[in-house]
Each structure stands twice: as structure tokens, then as C-alpha cells.
């Protein structure tokens, strides 16, 4: 375990949950929060971009409202995701934004850059950099980044090859401060795995996307519950970088998962064209076999702390 900064330190349970492209919202956001795990949404899954301002606005006074009547249980802090890639206009406006609302938690993505890295600091907010090896981990933390969020294989949407054995041992050996992990990770036995491996954070998605809150269609709910890790494939179609995507979305496309062209990645986008690839085609990790319902974040999160108990329980007897 690494010595944490602030917020970070004060987490009620060591789980993040991922921003999910369209469907984090405010809503899905405060419950992650209110529930003790740290929610987080993509600042572009406000569009208008000057929806951004209000969505912030509610983020931040409803969990300012929580805390000032639950003093003794209050919310984790909130992250906003940033793409750090040229095709992304507004992330000048929209950090321009999070610096303003004072946003706890910055996560970026496709890119490190260090005046991304320096507005967040000049609040006290905290940089967590997802990367899919171990020599995009160290550019990160060299240009300011305060912590690292570990792709490995099997996690949902954007996700690297590497065995989260092997990402984890090699960024622990040079690097100590904030380090989550995600990869196919659903159960509170795989949060505590994620701790024994060496990293201090579960970062946690595809189960989010079957609750309650988040905003996602019913048939993607229903997939999510109903499939498994064979329903789950690797391609760099959809987006120009490699991602893990369900299987029936792509059926349904008109397109053959088994025979799925090689995409350009210089022509990765994350304008409209985008928000309809990700709409159509469903982004999903392979730990979904866990999944056995929808139900609400509240639940989940519950449910994902009880396991996490019996877990280091039944450890400690053996």
C-alpha cells in the first residue's frame, strides 16, 4: 500500500468506479459517492458542453448537502474524466470548469500533458493517469501525474494486454503512490485481490453499468446480467485503439465479432462519431459472469462490501 493524498486517503471503501462513456451521469455520480466509492463520469458526457457547468453544480451541492446531514457517514469524493487527445475540443473549457467547481479528483485519459496536470494542482486536486504499460505509466508520473490507474486485460471499453500480475509488479517496483487496478474486477474478493497485488484501489465499470442509476438502455442491462467473458471481444474497429466490447451489441450492428477489420488509429475521434459507436457498439469487461442482476448502486456497493469482509474473513481462519 501507498502513502495516499488527500481525498484519497479518506476513502470509505477502496473501490473507484470507472467513468463510463455516456452513461455516467449526476445521478449514477452521487450514489457511487453517497454509498462510500468514489464516482466518476467522462466531462464529455455532457453535451452541450454547457451542460457540464450545471451538472457539476448539482454534483457538488448535493454531495455538500449529504455531508452536512450525515456527518458520521460522509460521501466519498467525485472524479471527472478528462481525454487528453487532439480530437477532444473542449478540454480547455472543460477543465476550465473542474478547476472552478474545485472537482477532488481529475482521471485522464490518451494523453498526459502537464498543464492538465498543474490546473488540477492549483486547487489541491489529485491527477490519476490510466495507462496500459509500464512505459505510459512512468511518462505520466514524469510530466506531474499523481497517480496511476492500471488498464489491464479484461476491462471494459479502452484496455490493455497485460496480465494485471504483471502490470502491477512492474509499476510497484519504481513507483509508490496511488496505483488502482482495473481489469475484470466485480466482486469484493476481486477488490481484495487487487489490494494483495499491490495496488490500494479497485477500479471498477461494467458492473456499474447494470444498476439502476446509470444511463444505459434496458437490452444493455439485460446483456451485461445475461453474458460472460466468451461474450466479450477485443477490437480497435470501433474507435481506432483496442477496447473489449459485448459481443450481441455487435451482432445486432450487422457486423461478424469473429471477422472485425483493423481500424486506423490515427483516425481515433471523440466527437459525435464517436458517441454513436460507443451508443451502438457496448463497451464491457470480462468480469460481467458476477453480474446476476440489476439493481441499485446502494445495493451493489452493499453487496461488494460484504463479499469483501467474508473474503479477508475466511483468509484469516485458513
Known amino acids: 500500500m501507498s502513502r495516499l493524498p488527500a481525498p484519497l486517503d479518506r476513502l470509505p471503501f477502496p473501490v473507484i468506479g470507472s467513468p463510463l462513456f455516456i452513461i455516467s451521469n449526476p445521478k449514477l455520480v452521487i450514489e457511487q459517492c453517497k454509498a462510500g466509492v468514489v464516482g466518476s463520469m467522462p466531462a464529455l458526457n ?112 479502452h484496455a490493455g494486454e497485460k496480465s494485471p500480475f504483471a502490470l502491477i509488479q512492474e509499476i510497484r517496483q519504481w513507483f509508490d503512490g496511488p496505483l488502482a487496478l482495473s481489469g475484470s474486477i466485480a466482486t469484493g474478493g476481486a477488490v481484495l485481490a487487487a489490494q494483495a497485488m499491490g495496488a490500494d484501489f479497485a477500479y471498477i465499470g461494467s458492473a456499474f453499468i447494470a444498476t439502476e442509476e446509470a444511463n444505459a438502455a434496458d ?43 483493423q481500424s486506423d488509429p490515427s483516425q481515433m475521434n471523440f466527437g459525435g462519431d464517436a458517441k454513436k459507436a460507443w451508443k451502438d457498439i457496448w463497451g464491457c469487461g470480462q468480469g460481467i459472469g458476477s453480474v446476476s442482476r440489476v439493481q441499485a448502486v446502494a445495493e451493489y456497493v452493499a453487496q461488494l462490501k460484504r463479499e469483501y469482509a467474508e473474503t479477508k474473513a475466511r483468509l484469516m481462519e485458513a
Not at 229 to 245: A, P
Open 46 to 157: 455532457a453535451r452541450p458542453a454547457s451542460l457540464l457547468e450545471d451538472w457539476l453544480a448539482e454534483i457538488t451541492e448535493t454531495l455538500a448537502t449529504h455531508n452536512r446531514d450525515n456527518p458520521d457517514n460522509p460521501a466519498a469524493p467525485f472524479a471527472i474524466n478528462q481525454i487528453v487527445h487532439r480530437s477532444n475540443d473542449r478540454l480547455e473549457h472543460d477543465m476550465e470548469l473542474c478547476v472552478k467547481y474545485r472537482v477532488p479528483i481529475i482521471i485522464t485519459s490518451l494523453g498526459a500533458r502537464e498543464d492538465i496536470y498543474a490546473a488540477a494542482h492549483s486547487y489541491g486536486g489529485v491527477v490519476l493517469h490510466d495507462v496500459i504499460n509500464n512505459a505510459f505509466a512512468r511518462k505520466a508520473v514524469e510530466k506531474g501525474a499523481d497517480g496511476l490507474i492500471a488498464v489491464a486485460a479484461g476491462a471494459g471499453g
Open 219 to 261: 437490452a444493455y442491462k439485460k446483456a451485461i446480467v445475461e453474458c460472460s467473458s466468451d461474450d466479450i471481444v477485443y477490437s480497435n474497429l470501433f474507435t481506432g485503439v483496442h477496447g473489449n466490447y459485448l459481443k450481441p451489441s455487435i451482432i445486432a450492428a450487422g457486423l461478424d465479432p469473429n471477422a472485425l477489420a
